[in-house]
């Protein structure tokens, strides 16, 4: 069982920035797909970034694209999401998810492991 804990959430103001994290527990690490994805109230969850097990690829949603960027650190466990030029309308709940031993992927069904979530409130 993989567990992920997700932080770095907050509220910040429109055009600033944030990073998120999200730290996951085991030792296979460097074999999981990792992604971002968020859920708006009365709003359907939404992928955001996703980035496969050794780093070197990455894919954004169209939303996001230019402003925000996935990385990882896989002798730490985690992952992270560097948010700017934030818009009210990211504002959301955020989650990380995991997916062991396959490839990148944007569907939310695909992913086996997920966080609590994080919340980001962006004021305009």
């Known amino acids: 069982q993989v567990q992920l804990v997700e932080s770095g959430g907050g509220l910040v103001q429109a055009g600033g920035s944030l990073r998120l994290s999200c730290t996951a527990s085991?030792?296979?690490?460097?074999?999981?797909?990792m992604a971002w994805f968020r859920q708006a109230p009365g709003k359907e969850r939404m992928f955001v970034a996703v980035?496969?097990?050794?780093?070197?690829?990455?894919h954004y949603g169209d939303a996001v694209k230019g402003r925000f960027t996935i990385s990882r650190d896989n002798a730490k466990n985690t992952v992270y999401l560097q948010m700017n030029s934030l818009k009210a309308e990211d504002t959301a709940v955020y989650y990380c998810?995991?997916?062991?031993?396959?490839?990148?992927?944007?569907?939310?069904?695909?992913?086996?492991?997920w966080g609590q979530g994080t919340q980001v409130t962006v004021s305009s």
């Open positions: 998810a995991a997916r062991p031993f396959r490839g990148l992927s944007t569907w939310t069904d695909h992913y086996d492991y």
């Open positions: 085991g030792r296979t690490f460097n074999t999981y797909t």
């Open positions: 980035i496969v097990s050794s780093g070197g690829v990455t």
